[in-house]
């Protein structure tokens, strides 16, 4: 007689029917959802709300150093690339699941509950949804933040150039100083006078970087826009 193989599955079923009934473990596993449930709405809360000047009492032997910040180096980033660092009360766009996830590790792990976090993403971040990258911290005291979770894509490879012009008086002069003399060259050679000369091409340029100086300044005022180490931890739209 050919005995019949052992199902280890069936065994581990019998096993379970024996110690506890279906509906015991539905039950149970109804309180684990909804436990986490509840825990997650409170993260949610604690994500809404203003950032309080606290430091989260962290374990700092389960720490990462290389998500340890402190504020100027958080401030030089800002201004290099235009970004903003504010309470996460201010993030309108969609904080995923991962990163829900990831305060909920950390505080299971640290046993705290984090509060005063904040917010590292582009200035549209903070108005209405887009794909920049941004990055969730939490503070630990002393001007030191950790960072916590990052999702999104990432910066434009330019973004730093591009913005370069915004981190203050002096770049934006050279930058409408370039744009001028190469528009300068643009201008057809003896649009103005029969002959060109050196004093001609000076004078254009002259004209020209008056014309964009004026249309810079008046846009800058018109939007109310302000140079990157002026913006980067403002709340308000027009800074």
């Not at 990163?99 to 108005?127: N, T």
């Not at 254009?204 to 109310?224: H, N, P």
């Amino acid at each position: 007689m050919i005995l019949p193989k052992t199902d280890i599955e069936d065994k581990l079923l019998l096993t379970k029917n024996k110690l506890v009934s279906n509906d015991t473990i539905l039950l149970e596993v109804q309180q684990l959802l909804e436990k986490d449930f509840e825990i997650e709405s409170e993260i949610e809360n604690r994500l809404s709300q203003p950032s309080k000047n606290v430091e989260n009492a962290f374990d700092f032997e389960l720490l990462e150093t290389e998500r340890i910040y402190h504020i100027e180096q958080i401030k030089k980033i800002c201004t290099d690339y235009r970004l903003r660092f504010l309470d996460s009360k201010y993030f309108k766009g969609e904080i995923p699941q991962s990163a829900i996830s990831k305060i909920k590790h950390l505080e299971k792990a640290h046993a705290i509950s984090l509060e005063g976090f904040k917010m590292m993403a582009p200035s549209k971040l903070f108005k209405l949804e887009d794909k920049d990258d941004p990055l969730l911290f939490a503070p630990i005291g002393n001007g030191y933040y950790y960072l916590i979770h990052k999702w999104g894509n990432d910066l434009h490879p330019l973004r730093k150039l591009l913005v370069w012009p915004f981190r203050g008086m002096v770049n934006l002069t050279i930058t409408t100083l370039i744009i001028s003399y190469f528009a300068t060259f643009l201008v057809p050679d003896g649009l103005f006078s029969k002959s060109g000369s050196n004093a001609q091409f000076w004078i254009l340029f002259f004209f020209m970087f008056k014309t964009i100086g004026a249309i810079v300044i008046y846009y800058g005022f018109a939007q109310g826009k302000n140079f990157n180490p002026a913006i980067w931890n403002s709340k308000y739209f027009n800074a």
